[in-house]
């Protein structure tokens, strides 16, 4: 039993010399490092919340000198770079799931559609008054033209007819909930306005 001891303390005196040696060669490269850690020290028993882990870790990763360890510096390179690697990662996720289903995304289609239908139809109808009052009166600015010339203007059939298209929105208040008949439906009701509108523009 005795000798187990005595060789116990005989490691413990060599691991303590190899510590020592070991530190006084990093001391020769950081001469002020015992002060600096003691510094270190207390200013974690003052402003640390020691019931705070994340503080505490935050503190410990300040010890002087961790910084200049080329283990150290390694794992947080890693670190760093992993973290970029999840940024962009996290990126990645949001803009494939941004881009949404197929589904979803002709639900879209269907939807901007159904808006743009009505708009063509009333930009049609402004492009065709402008050419016929500039064709017909010579200009296109309504403020010159009396209301009867104005009348003239909107009341032929080419005009008319195109004022009065309408498309009334079969996806407006659905908030999404479609079936699959009415994606059907709506598909055939814009294909079908869409003909009709191609029509008005050739007469």
Do not use: C
Request: charged share 30%; net charge neutral; no cysteine.
């Amino acid at each position: 039993m005795e000798r187990n001891t005595i060789t116990e303390l005989t490691n413990l005196l060599t691991s303590l010399e190899s510590a020592k040696a070991e530190f006084e060669k990093w001391q020769a490269k950081h001469p002020t490092i015992v002060q600096d850690r003691l510094q270190w020290v207390r200013q974690g028993n003052r402003e640390v919340d020691q019931y705070n882990s994340a503080e505490k870790a935050a503190h410990a990763a300040k010890e002087p000198g961790l910084g200049t360890l080329p283990s150290v510096v390694a794992a947080r390179k890693r670190l760093d770079a992993a973290k970029q690697e999840l940024r962009e990662a996290q990126a990645a996720v949001a803009d494939a799931e941004a881009a949404g289903t197929p589904l979803s995304n002709y639900i879209d289609a269907l939807s901007n559609a159904e808006t743009l239908i009505s708009g063509l139809a009333a930009g049609a109808a402004r492009q065709r008054k402008l050419e016929l009052m500039e064709s017909v009166f010579g200009t296109t600015n309504s403020d010159r033209l009396s209301r009867d010339a104005m009348n003239n203007i909107r009341f032929r059939p080419e005009v008319a007819k195109l004022e009065a298209f309408r498309y009334t929105k079969r996806l407006d208040g659905l908030d999404g909930a479609i079936g699959e008949a009415k994606l059907a439906s709506t598909h055939a009701s814009i294909a079908d306005a869409a003909g009709r509108l191609k029509s008005l523009l050739s007469e």
